[in-house]
């Protein structure tokens, strides 16, 4: 929903809860691994829950070169995977 408003108006959209998240984690992760000499590509990530925030850090981790096969994401039913029943897309 958010892509789409950003699309059709022409300022600036941003949701706190997701993007906000995503920022606060992105740069936590990217301090953390400076110090024990690791780079985004090399770790693996897991997701406690799969709603708005995790689904935004999800995209920001993905864009910034964690490997999107090196991320386990959980939800109250397991963990996710392809075959799983209600999953969209």
């Given amino acids: 929903?958010?892509?789409?408003?950003?699309?059709?108006?022409?300022?600036?959209?941003?949701?706190d809860d997701q993007r906000g998240t995503a920022v606060?984690?992105?740069?936590?992760?990217?301090?953390?691994?400076r110090l024990v000499d690791k780079k985004l590509s090399e770790i693996k990530v897991a997701l406690v829950g799969v709603r708005a925030a995790n689904t935004a850090v999800?995209?920001?981790?993905?864009?910034?070169?964690?490997?999107?096969g090196n991320v386990i994401a959980v939800r109250s039913t397991?963990?996710?995977?392809?075959?799983?029943?209600?999953?969209?897309?």
């Fill in 24 to 33: 606060v984690v992105l740069a936590a992760l990217v301090n953390a691994l």
């Fill in 58 to 68: 999800y995209r920001i981790v993905e864009a910034y070169g964690v490997n999107p």
């Fill in 1 to 15: 929903m958010l892509d789409r408003a950003g699309r059709k108006l022409s300022v600036p959209v941003w949701h």
């Fill in 78 to 89: 397991g963990i996710l995977h392809r075959s799983m029943p209600g999953l969209e897309g």
